[in-house]
Nanobody, 126 residues
Framework: QVTLVESGGGLVQAGDSLRLSCAAS????????VTWFRQAPGKEREFVAA????????YYGDSVKGRFTISRDNAKNIVYLQMNNLKPEDTAVYYC???????????????????WGQGTQVTVSS
């Protein structure tokens, strides 16, 4: 059974940093693509960042490029999302997701993922 658990969310001020963690059981994260999505109230789930399964290629949504960094600790089987210079518009529930059969062209589509965490709330005050 695959389980993804996010942690690290919280309430911060604009300009602050947070590091989210996505810990996995039943799935070796180094072998599969891991993606962070976020969803704000009343909005669709949005692609944030992905770490591709082969090698260390990373991909970012336009709104977070240059501020967020996705990385992986293979020994701990954890994927991180380092978020710097946070803005109020970054406020959302952040989810990590993974899938064993993902293809690159589908990476930004939440519907393509089988495994999801429960989410962690990030709130950025102005």
């Amino acid at each position: 059974q695959v389980t993804l658990v996010e942690s690290g969310g919280g309430l911060v001020q604009a300009g602050d940093s947070l590091r989210l963690s996505c810990a996995a059981s039943g799935l070796t994260l180094s072998r599969y693509t891991v993606t962070w999505f976020r969803q704000a109230p009343g909005k669709e789930r949005e692609f944030v960042a992905a770490l591709w399964r082969s090698g260390s290629n990373t991909y970012y949504g336009d709104s977070v490029k240059g501020r967020f960094t996705i990385s992986r600790d293979n020994a701990k089987n954890i994927v991180y999302l380092q978020m710097n210079n946070l803005k109020p518009e970054d406020t959302a529930v952040y989810y990590c997701a993974s899938d064993t059969g993902l293809i690159l062209s589908s990476m930004r589509s939440p519907a393509m993922y089988d495994y999801w965490g429960q989410g962690t709330q990030v709130t950025v005050s102005s």
